[in-house]
Structures are given as C-alpha cells and as structure tokens.
C-alpha cells in the first residue's frame, strides 16, 4: 500500500511564476490536507479537503493561493505569482476520516524555493 | 479553540541519558493527542497517539507519553536516548468531533556524543 505521493519533491520559482504542487493520498483515503514548513515556525495548517470539496480553508492566505482535490486525480495545492516568502516545505497529509481518529499520514513534502 | 504549546524549541541530552519533551495542550472538550517525528529533509511520521483508554502509550522503538487531563498535558518521554533519535518532534491535538489536526512548533532532539 503505497504511502502518501507528493510531487515534485523540490520546485525552483522565479518570482513571478506559478508553482503547482501535487498530492495523491493514500489508497482509501478520502481526506486531505495541506501544511506549510517555514523554518522554527512549526507546521502550519493551510486547507483540508475531501473528493471536490473544500472543507476548511481557514489556513490559507487569501489571495494567490489555491487548492483542489478533483473527483479524479491527485490533490493539487496552487500558488500564483510565487514571492519569496512562499518559500518553504509544503507536506500534504491524508486519512480515511475519523474511524482512523482522525490520524493523518504525511508524505514526504514538496520543497518550494523562490528565486 | 485548541491549541499546542510545545515549551522547549530544542533539547539537547547526552546519549544513553533520559528525555523529556513537554506538551500542553488547550481545549473545551475531549481530545485526540498525538506526536509524530520528523527526520531531516523527510515527512512527518506517527510516533503514537491517544485516541481513548489507558493514559500510558507507547511506540515500538522506546518512547512513551502519558495523557494528563488534570494539567493538560502529553510529554513525550524516552528513558535513554540514541543517536538515531535525533529529529524534530511534534505534539499535535484533535477534537473528535472534527477533522482538523492543530501542530505545535516542533521540539527538536539533539543527541550529544
């Protein structure tokens, strides 16, 4: 059963560009999430979502920033006109809902670098 | 709302010596309470988790956390420590009743020689 598959693992953007980056859940898990890394910052978190729904985007920043997880396909986490401080480590997580306990699974994160 | 508060940003302890890594949490109902460990330049991995039972849990490669509701808390414990153990270490709380997981900012491990 394969894990969580982020993609790519690292993205170089010149400011300006967009970044797009992808997540495919685990196999049976219905439920993502997005976080960002920033450096003695923690993890924050950004949206969660289930199959063609945004369900808590509270973490999101208002503007360039954009997620979907289409009813076929992975979860893609977007990020218009990249500055430099987008970057960071993203991770994206799933889990099946709450008869898991609501435990999440990370994967292995995309790094973002902005130049 | 909840939130995390992870007191020490770093913990520096000699090999073989005992560690503890606080944890408090905030919260106006039950919990779900969780560490995960992160390797450099890797994802976030379960350590272990209370959902509900016995206060006391444990994973398989030594730690332990003990579920205080009295004084809010989920240290996470280890009674010697190894070089392997070095990696940052997150506490994280969940309401039941949602989906979303609150992270604290992370204690990270410093294994000394």
């Known amino acids: 059963n394969a894990g969580v598959m982020q993609n790519p693992r690292h993205l170089v953007r010149r400011r300006g560009q967009e970044a797009r980056l992808r997540c495919s859940p685990m196999?049976?898990?219905?439920?993502v999430y997005w976080y960002r890394q920033l450096p003695e910052e923690g993890l924050k978190f950004m949206v969660y979502?289930?199959?063609?729904?945004?369900?808590?985007e509270s973490g999101m920043p208002k503007e360039r920033f954009s997620a979907e997880f289409p009813k076929e396909g992975p979860s893609i986490l977007r990020i218009q006109q990249v500055v430099r401080g987008d970057s960071a480590a993203y991770f994206c997580?799933?889990?099946?809902?709450?008869?898991?306990?609501?435990?999440?699974?990370f994967g292995e994160g995309s790094w973002l670098t902005v130049v | 709302a909840q939130s995390v508060t992870q007191l020490d940003s770093q913990v520096p302890v000699f090999e073989e010596a005992p560690v503890e890594l606080r944890c408090n949490y905030s919260?106006?109902?039950?919990?779900?309470l969780f560490w995960y460990v992160q390797y450099p330049n890797q994802g976030l991995q379960l350590l272990l988790k209370?959902?509900?039972?016995?206060?006391l849990v444990e994973s398989i490669n030594g730690f332990e956390a003990e579920f205080n509701k009295s004084q809010t808390s989920f240290h996470l414990r280890k009674p010697s420590v190894h070089i392997s153990d070095t990696a940052e270490y997150f506490c994280?709380?969940?309401?039941?009743?949602?989906?979303?997981?609150?992270f604290g900012k992370g204690t990270r491990l410093h294994i000394l020689p």
């Open positions: 979502l289930q199959k063609e729904n945004i369900i808590d």
């Open positions: 196999k049976g898990h219905s439920h």
């Open positions: 997580a799933s889990s099946p809902g709450r008869s898991s306990g609501n435990t999440i699974y």
């Open positions: 994280a709380v969940s309401d039941p009743r949602q989906d979303k997981i609150i």
């Open positions: 919260s106006s109902v039950s919990v779900y």
């Open positions: 209370y959902l509900s039972g016995s206060t």
